[in-house]
């Protein structure tokens, strides 16, 4: 049966590296969420954000959140996004303690940090929104890989030629026998 008389199947595929990566994002959401709820004081400090721990505490239960988020739901892909949405308001927070905070090369680097991570959650993203899309499937469940039945190919090869008879070609000669065939 040719794939023109098959009947033509699509189905949506999961992207299994990138739930992977959502699964080992969202522990790291968690982490970080469970430090700013913990220390806001001494992380406003380091970067530089003078009066910051409220705003660190609030994103810290949305790390939380998104951490668990990502770790229980079967469709990761809208936690994600708010991962990435996330970043954008952490680098604008970061991106005012460089400017006008008390450390600005503490909150540079952690800017830099912020910047890998988005990396990161944009490239999840990017592959848990492949699942959106149909994939065609076909199906080779009535094909052996012989051009004949398996009954009538056994034992062909061994018919054919013996290994030992067979020309043996080394060399020079088998790369020039290589390159002339694929012309």
């Given amino acids: ?22 699964q080992r994002l969202g522990w790291l959401s968690i ?25 660190l505490r609030f994103c810290g239960v949305r790390e939380i959140a998104s951490g668990v988020g990502l770790l229980v739901t079967k469709h990761p892909k809208p936690w994600m996004l708010g991962r990435v949405g996330g970043d954008v308001m952490d680098m604008a927070v ?32 990017r592959g848990l929104a492949t699942e959106d899309h149909l994939v065609t499937v076909y199906d080779y469940s009535d094909r052996s890989g012989f051009p004949e039945s398996p009954d009538k190919m056994r034992g ?7 290994i030992n008879t067979a020309p043996q070609v080394t060399g020079m000669a088998a790369a020039d026998r290589e390159t002339q065939t694929r012309h």
């Fill in 156 to 162: 062909r090869a061994s018919k054919q030629s013996d």
């Fill in 94 to 125: 970061l991106g005012g303690a460089v400017l006008a905070g008390d450390k600005p090369v503490h909150a540079l680097l952690a800017a830099g940090t912020v910047a890998g991570v988005t990396s990161l959650d944009l490239a999840c993203a």
């Fill in 31 to 55: 982490g970080l969420g469970v430090a700013e709820l913990l220390m806001p004081g001494p992380l406003a400090r380091t970067l530089g954000i003078p009066g910051g721990k409220t705003l």
């Fill in 1 to 22: 049966m040719s794939a023109t008389d098959q009947e033509i199947k699509q189905e949506y595929r999961r992207n299994h590296a990138a739930r992977k990566m959502a």
